[in-house]
């Protein structure tokens, strides 16, 4: 595992952090006291998780074909992939949000 690839997997744990505070957030304004991740909420989590391990695998070979004359490097198009990832999640949390599908609940 090279330099590129341990920046890489610390960047997808920055990441998944970063959308758990930003959500946990937005409920803990709310709420007070303890908040419980829902059924909805692991669902959440466990797919920005795995849309960021696709990223891992696929965001090098997506970068060769879009840009095939230049020697783009893999850990570019992974955190680019990695950094969508993050504001796709936030769109996503805004519609759950909408339809009234809670994230977390405060706990009983």
């Given at each position: 595992?090279?330099?590129?690839?341990?920046?890489?997997?610390?960047?997808?744990?920055?990441?998944?952090?970063?959308?758990?505070?930003?959500?946990?957030?937005?409920?803990?304004?709310?709420?007070?006291?303890?908040?419980?991740?829902?059924?909805?909420?692991?669902?959440?989590?466990?797919?920005?998780?795995?849309?960021?391990v696709l990223g891992w695998l696929v965001a090098?070979?997506?970068?060769?074909?879009?840009?095939?004359?230049?020697?783009?490097?893999?850990?570019?198009?992974?955190?680019?992939?990695f950094l969508a990832t993050y504001y796709v999640?936030?769109?996503?949390?805004?519609?759950l949000k909408v339809k009234g599908v809670a994230?977390?609940?405060?706990?009983?």
């Amino acid at each position: 595992m090279g330099a590129q690839d341990i920046l890489s997997a610390i960047t997808v744990l920055f990441i998944v952090g970063m959308i758990w505070l930003r959500t946990r957030t937005l409920y803990t304004r709310q709420v007070r006291g303890t908040l419980q991740l829902q059924p909805a909420g692991r669902i959440y989590f466990a797919a920005a998780f795995a849309v960021l391990v696709l990223g891992w695998l696929v965001a090098p070979t997506i970068g060769r074909l879009v840009l095939p004359d230049t020697n783009v490097t893999p850990g570019l198009m992974r955190v680019i992939w990695f950094l969508a990832t993050y504001y796709v999640f936030i769109v996503v949390h805004r519609i759950l949000k909408v339809k009234g599908v809670a994230v977390y609940k405060p706990a009983a």
